[in-house]
């Protein structure tokens, strides 16, 4: 079991909890502001991955009738907040540095220096531990918080070193703000790639066109529209497209075909497809609907665009199974 996301998330931040108190405690006492926002950092740490392993336990349930696709996505949730968290602990740093180097307080360099290799220490094994094994937005997001606190130990190794040889205590607010950037940017990818996720985007690794393409290369598809991907979680991805069927092929073989197609050339295998036949005459129409209480017919919400065409969005999905 300690190869497991869960387990490894509960290592690494039994770790990171217990020297996040040194490293504060070594911080206030010797007067870094480096050591301060590590340890700062290393709390950002300690809250994500007990998020992570919250968010984990939640996404090992079983889906039920009202969450019909489980509760996968609240990996993704946590990855966003965590985030978010790194962005907010970026923004103390910042301020924390500005204030430190118009007043510049005295450092016990030594100190300092030797709690921030213990704390790199401390990093690199807890990233090693989360590197290893299978991966997930959870264990992704755990180990950028861990890895780029350990570049915060880096710096403050180094302005450690600085003050210890030369004296200058303001390399500290330097190297602090240095640390502040990194964390920035870490949180920013965070929340950048959970967007997309959250807001149903097309994987990143995989192309619409060439989507579209194999589709519409399978033997028996006439045309195609509303073709949507997007995803649940990590590695759960989800398509669903209309087909319109050529006069002389069953719509079942068609989408079958389909199917096959899209898990062999894209390893899509949560697909939802729904085959359209061909209306009389070989025009590609709408379908209008009824509107409520008119007794007439509304325009179609959604209809085909003609073949020269490509449709990536429009209405809602039938829900017709492959």
């Known amino acids: 079991l300690r190869g497991t996301p869960l387990a490894r998330l509960t290592w690494a931040f039994g770790i990171t909890a217990s020297f996040m108190l040194v490293e504060a405690g070594v911080g206030w ?31 090992s349930q079983s889906r039920t009738r009202v ?53 790199l220490l401390v990093n690199l094994g807890s990233a090693k531990m989360l590197a290893g094994g299978g991966h997930n937005a959870n264990t992704r997001a755990a180990l950028a918080h861990v890895l780029s606190d ?35 940017w870490g949180g920013w990818r965070l929340v950048r790639e959970t967007s997309r996720v959250l807001m149903e985007g097309s994987p990143p ?12 290369g399978v033997p028996g598809v006439l045309d195609m529209h509303d073709l949507h991907l997007w995803s649940i979680s990590d590695g ?41 036949s061909t209306p009389p005459g070989g025009e590609l129409v709408g379908i209008g609907l009824r509107g409520p209480g008119t007794g007439r017919a509304e325009p179609p919400r959604d209809e085909p665009p003609p073949r020269s065409e490509r449709s990536y969005g429009g209405g809602t999905p039938s829900a017709s199974g492959a």
């Open 29 to 59: 006492w010797s007067g870094s502001l480096a050591l301060l926002a590590d340890a700062g950092h290393m709390l950002a740490d300690a809250a994500a991955l007990l998020l992570a392993i919250f968010a984990q336990r939640i996404a």
């Open 67 to 119: 969450q019909t696709y489980g509760y996968r996505r609240a990996e993704v949730l946590a990855a966003f907040a965590n985030g978010i968290a790194l962005a907010l602990t970026a923004i103390w740093i910042f301020k924390e540095a500005a204030e430190r180097w118009h007043a510049a307080p005295a450092i016990d360099a030594r100190a300092m220096t030797a709690t921030a290799v213990v704390g």
């Open 150 to 184: 350990a570049v915060g130990s880096v710096g403050a190794i180094v302005a450690g070193a600085v003050i210890l040889f030369t004296g200058w205590t303001r390399i500290d607010a330097a190297v602090s703000a240095v640390i502040g950037v990194l964390v920035l």
């Open 205 to 216: 690794s995989i192309d619409i066109p060439t989507v579209e393409a194999t589709i519409r």
């Open 236 to 276: 759960f991805d989800v398509l669903t497209v209309h087909v319109v069927v050529e006069r002389g092929h069953h719509g079942i073989d068609v989408v079958s075909a389909v199917s096959r197609a899209l898990a062999d050339a894209h390893g899509l295998t949560h697909v939802t497809i729904q085959p359209e």
